[in-house]
T-cell receptor, first 112, second 113 residues
Framework: KQEVTQIPAALSVPEGENLVLNCSFT??????LQWFRQDPGKGLTSLLL?????REQTSGRLNASLDKSSGRSTLYIAASQPGDSATYLC???????????FGTGTSLTVIP | EAQVTQNPRYLITVTGKKLTVTCSQN?????MSWYRQDPGLGLRQIYY???????DKGDVPEGYKVSRKEKRNFPLILESPSPNQTSLYFC????????????FGSGTRLTVV
């Protein structure tokens, strides 16, 4: 069964810093990987979707990379802002189970 | 607006009292799924549906039922809720195929006392 790990579990940075969130998965046979943002008590907002054939995707200040062979993805956030404070979840779509498997997330706090 | 709508957003109920959480999407998505989110355990899939009248178990299906009579709706039914089903529930949908990501509903916070 696919297992997804996100490190660190929590991260606190001053406003303006660039930061990297990590995601690793045990089974490299994935179709795609999706990064989400979750605000407290709210639903999940999709940030980036990377297909297994792609190496990276960019949206504004966000850049996600994928190294399928090593089972790793990173989410890079440039020039962080207090509004970026949220929990970031990584999910991988595997053939087994017809579902996305989720990590437990990284809780990010950006301090003004 | 393209969205997945869940109702209710919050629900407190008593053990054993049947309840239904509704999920509806307006994007003509074939695939729909239910997840529960618990602290330290992340999101775990309960049931999913590949299309109308096609449903299958996820990783934690015990105590839940689903149906898919129409493409847009995928209700989650708890026939006899128990306190261990207290959780945050999410419905998600996507187009068929492995190239597409999920769109999530806003969540339903269920408390069973």
């Amino acid at each position: 069964k696919q297992e997804v790990t996100q490190i660190p579990a929590a991260l606190s940075v001053p406003e303006g810093e660039n930061l990297v969130l990590n995601c690793s998965f045990t089974d490299s046979a994935i179709y795609n990987l999706q990064w989400f943002r979750q605000d407290p008590g709210k639903g999940l907002t999709s940030l980036l979707l990377i297909q297994s054939s792609q190496r990276e995707q960019t949206s504004g200040r966000l850049n996600a990379s994928l190294d399928k062979s090593s089972g790793r993805s990173t989410l890079y956030i440039a020039a962080s802002q207090p509004g970026d404070s949220a929990t970031y979840l990584c999910a991988v779509y595997s053939d087994t189970g017809n579902q996305f498997y989720f990590g437990t997330g990284t809780s990010l706090t950006v301090i003004p | 607006e393209a969205q997945v709508t869940q109702n209710p957003r919050y629900l407190i109920t008593v053990t054993g009292k049947k309840l239904t959480v509704t999920c509806s999407q307006n994007m003509n998505h074939e695939y729909m799924s239910w997840y529960r989110q618990d602290p330290g355990l992340g999101l775990r899939q309960i049931y999913y549906s590949m299309n109308v009248e096609v449903t299958d178990k996820g990783d934690v299906p015990e105590g839940y039922k689903v149906s898919r009579k129409e493409k847009r709706n995928f209700p989650l039914i708890l026939e006899s809720p128990s306190p261990n089903q207290t959780s945050l529930y999410f419905c998600a949908s996507s187009l068929a195929g492995t190239a597409y990501g999920y769109t999530f509903g806003s969540g339903t916070r269920l408390t069973v006392v």
